[in-house]
């Protein structure tokens, strides 16, 4: 069963005196009726869009040392290859694009409902902005 909603803003409730991040969902496709409480959904959006980002933020590279005559290889890569095949080999992380990717979470549950809004309460992050468009399944 596939329903499609958007994403609005994380917020969180209390129930049993623990305190939980709920992202909520608004139904726009797919029958409401369908999904209870306690249940376990895959949830599937598109990611946030970062843009050109460098190694640092994109793969988590640590960068050169800031003493011992670095003065603008902080934030760089370092080396790209051996000298022996010379070429950079497929595959080298290196700066680009980031984010609007599809991504799915598998094993999501369903918290609360509210049949009048048509709003579903996920316990979680759920990948997108706020208002974007993401996928439920069951």
Wanted: proline content about 4%.
């Amino acid at each position: 069963m596939k329903a499609t909603g958007k994403k609005l803003k994380m917020t969180q409730i209390f129930k049993n005196n623990e305190a939980l991040a709920i992202t909520p969902i608004k139904l726009e496709t797919g029958d409401f009726s369908t999904f209870k409480e306690g249940e376990k959904v895959k949830i599937s959006g598109k990611t946030k869009g970062h843009g050109f980002e460098g190694v640092v933020k994109r793969h988590g590279f640590h960068g050169g040392p800031k003493s011992h005559g670095q003065k603008n290889r902080l934030r760089a890569p370092g080396s790209i290859g051996n000298t022996s095949p010379q070429r950079v080999l497929p595959g080298r992380k290196m700066a680009g694009h980031m984010g609007t990717v599809r991504v799915t979470i598998k094993n999501i549950k369903i918290v609360g409902l509210d049949a009048e809004k048509n709003i579903l309460m996920l316990n979680g992050a759920v990948p997108g902005t706020i208002n974007s468009k993401v996928e439920i399944r069951k």
